[in-house]
């Protein structure tokens, strides 16, 4: 069993930047494979940037690439997401999760643990 617990989050400006943490406890980084998922206000939880594979490979949406990057502290057991060129679309309750499957990244109903999320709020 794992536990998630994600901070970091707040009120930034477009253009702004973030950098959320996901402090994990147990063997996370090297039992499951790490990912983050957000979900705004009236839709449905969607994928954001994950770690595939054995080499430490990442993978992001579309909608992040080129301005989200995933990152992980496995002395820390913690799971990172910077998130530069904020754009008020960013706005949603980021949560990290955890999978046992090494590639299957994207699909919500792959990960087994879920932290509460931590709310960002891109907003002028």
């Known amino acids: 069993q794992v536990q998630l617990v994600e901070s970091g989050g707040g009120l930034v400006q477009p253009g702004g930047s973030l950098r959320l943490s996901c402090a994990a406890s147990g063997r996370t980084f090297s039992s499951y494979n790490m990912a983050w998922f957000r979900q705004a206000p009236g839709k449905e939880r969607e994928f954001v940037a994950a770690?595939?594979?054995?080499?430490?490979?990442?993978i992001y949406s579309d909608s992040v690439k080129g301005r989200f990057t995933i990152s992980r502290d496995n002395a820390k057991n913690t799971l990172y997401l910077q998130m530069n060129s904020l754009k008020p679309e960013d706005t949603a309750v980021y949560s990290c999760a955890a999978r046992r499957d090494p590639n299957i990244a994207t699909l919500e109903r792959a990960y087994d643990y879920w932290g509460q999320g931590t709310q960002v709020t891109v907003s002028s």
């Open positions: 770690f595939v594979g054995s080499l430490g490979g990442t």
